[in-house]
């Protein structure tokens, strides 16, 4: 039996799809073996000696201590494009909430309740809450993965010009790319030359501030600024300031925080963007799906913190994590060889400081085997799965 645990609330759609024969899945399990969650803080949890992995219900991992999971030889997981569709469309809401003044119109028609020629009034009193079209202006998009390409793609049907910037741009993404996107080499020709900046990137330490008072003076006046990704990535003071300077003439964000809140030409969602029923059964069942099949298969797909790698055994699958040194690789077949084993097949893959090694033995892996294993050094996690 598989203990799963939820942290958060996951569709039934997801936690559905385990064999209540071999799995169980609650929120507070003894010892589990794998663990979903959504947006809950795990940086201060221990976690027992049989969790194996943690998907994550959603894009961004910084709710999870991914190195010290590596470490202790723990697959962490997350859904990558699950809620891409949400995030697109709340990306778009937001380009016209951006330009065209709709929250404040909408709330001065309903102040205007119960007064006099509501009619009128509206009539006479909304030239104050024109904005522009997107149609012709230019939208910098920093971060083109399975978000940020969306929503590149749809602002090249709205008919903006579109420029993107990602270092780490892959085939994929960039092969369902709109040919009229422009990719730029450097970030500051986003903030030099678009009239509206969206960003979706992760937020790690590396990427804190990553728009702060120094890009925000590069950008055009009146620039319009989107961050439906994470709060950390753009400074709110700096912001803030270049708002009341005039520099920035509206700020669009998903997080809140004691800064921006309450801010004229600050726009503060409650973190909506990946808030669709639709979004939340699409990432259920796709961390349902990874945690299955490393927990029953030992393959990995979309870890941020291991390789990805599958393969099909046809005998008993040694899954090895760790660390991307040399010479492991070596001590362990060496070990399938002095007790007497043939390897059948044997894929290795190594992702930074980590690696992932699953070798598939036909015969008997005993116990002197896997501990031999288990004591080569820069060994983390060794796991036998029986065919
Ligand atoms: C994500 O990281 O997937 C989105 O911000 C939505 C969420 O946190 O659930």
């Given at each position: 039996m598989y203990n799963i645990q939820t942290?958060?609330?996951i569709a039934a759609c997801g936690t559905d799809i385990f064999d209540k024969s071999i799995y169980t899945v609650s929120d507070a399990p003894e010892n589990p073996d794998a663990i979903m969650v959504r947006s809950a803080k795990m940086h201060d949890m221990t976690f027992g000696d049989n969790l194996l992995c943690i998907a994550r219900a959603g894009a961004g991992v910084n709710n999870i201590p991914v190195d010290k999971c590596a470490e202790?030889?723990?697959?962490?997981?997350?859904?990558?494009?699950?809620?891409?569709?949400?995030?697109?469309?709340?990306?778009?809401?937001?380009?016209?909430l951006a330009s065209r003044k709709i929250v404040e119109a909408a709330a001065w028609a309903a102040s205007l309740k119960g007064t006099p020629d509501a009619p009128k009034t509206v009539e006479g009193g909304k030239a104050k809450f024109a904005g522009p079209e997107l149609r012709g202006k230019t939208l910098g998009v920093i971060g083109l993965?399975?978000?940020g390409g969306k929503i590149a793609n749809a602002a090249i049907k709205l008919g903006m010009k579109v420029i993107g910037y990602d270092p780490y741009l892959s085939?994929?993404?960039?092969?369902?790319?709109?040919?009229?996107?422009?990719?730029?080499k450097e970030l500051d020709d986003i903030y030099k030359n678009s009239d509206y900046i969206t960003i979706h990137m992760p937020y790690t330490p590396a990427t804190k501030n990553t728009i702060d008072a120094a890009q925000i003076a590069m950008m055009k006046d009146g620039v319009r600024i989107i961050n439906l990704a994470r709060g950390e990535l753009i400074n709110s003071e700096a912001i803030v300031k270049a708002i009341a300077d005039g520099k920035v003439a509206k700020y669009v964000t998903d997080f809140a925080d004691d800064i921006v809140l309450g801010v004229e030409n600050v726009i503060v969602l409650p973190h909506l963007g990946a808030s669709t029923p639709e979004s939340e059964d699409n990432c259920a069942v796709m961390a349902a799906h990874e945690i299955i099949d490393y927990l029953e298969n030992g393959n990995i797909k979309n870890s941020?913190?291991?390789?990805?790698?599958?393969?099909?055994?046809?005998?008993?699958?040694?899954?090895?994590?760790?660390?991307?040194?040399?010479?492991?690789?070596a001590a362990m077949t060496t070990a399938v060889g002095n007790a007497g084993l043939n390897i059948e097949n044997m894929v290795n893959a190594s992702k930074k400081d980590y690696a992932y090694t699953m070798i598939d033995i036909v015969g008997d892996v005993n116990d002197a085997l896997v501990d031999a294993i288990k004591a080569t050094d820069g060994v983390i996690r060794v796991r036998v799965i029986k065919k």
């Open positions: 942290l958060n609330k202790e030889g723990i697959c962490v997981f997350n859904t990558p494009g699950a809620n891409s569709n949400a995030v697109k469309e709340l990306a778009i809401c937001a380009l016209l993965g399975a978000i085939l994929d993404a960039a092969i369902n790319l709109d040919s009229h996107i422009q990719v730029v941020v913190n291991l390789p990805n790698a599958s393969m099909n055994a046809v005998g008993t699958k040694v899954c090895v994590i760790h660390k991307n040194i040399p010479t492991l690789i």
